[in-house]
C-alpha cells in the first residue's frame, strides 16, 4: 500500500507563500511522473504542476506560470511546491499525485490554500 502525507497548506493574503509538501511512502519502488492538482469550490480539478522523475521536466497550468515551482526530492520521495505571489483565485483544495509503474497512480488526501484579499 501506498501512502501520500501532505503538508503546507493555510490560510495566507493575497501576494504572499506558500510552500506544498507530499511525502510517498509505502510499497512503492519506483516513481515516474510527481504532480499537484487542485480544486477550486464549483470547479473541475485541474493540474497545477508536474515533474517528471530526472526532474528535467515541468509542466504548469498557465494560470501559475511564473508564480509556482515544482521540485522533488527522489531521495526522500517527495514532491514540493513553492507558491508565491498568491492570488485569491488559486483558493482550493491542492492534491498531491504520483505516477508509478504499470500506469499506477495515487492520490494525497488533499491540503486547503485559502488566499484572502
Known amino acids: 500500500q501506498v501512502q501520500l502525507v501532505e503538508s503546507g497548506g493555510g490560510l495566507v493574503q493575497a501576494g504572499g507563500s506558500l510552500r506544498l509538501s507530499c511525502a510517498a511512502s509505502g510499497a512503492i519502488w519506483t516513481i515516474n511522473t510527481m504532480g499537484w492538482y487542485r480544486r477550486a469550490p464549483g470547479k473541475q480539478r485541474e493540474l497545477v504542476a508536474a515533474?517528471?522523475?530526472?526532474?528535467?521536466?515541468?509542466n504548469y497550468a498557465d494560470s501559475v506560470k511564473g508564480r509556482f515551482t515544482i521540485s522533488r526530492d527522489n531521495v526522500k520521495n517527495t514532491v514540493y511546491l513553492q507558491m508565491n505571489s498568491l492570488k485569491p483565485e488559486d483558493t482550493a483544495v491542492y492534491y498531491c499525485n504520483i505516477k508509478g509503474p504499470y500506469a499506477a497512480s495515487y492520490w494525497g488526501q488533499g491540503t486547503q490554500v485559502t488566499v484572502s484579499s
Open positions: 515533474i517528471t522523475r530526472a526532474g528535467g521536466g515541468t
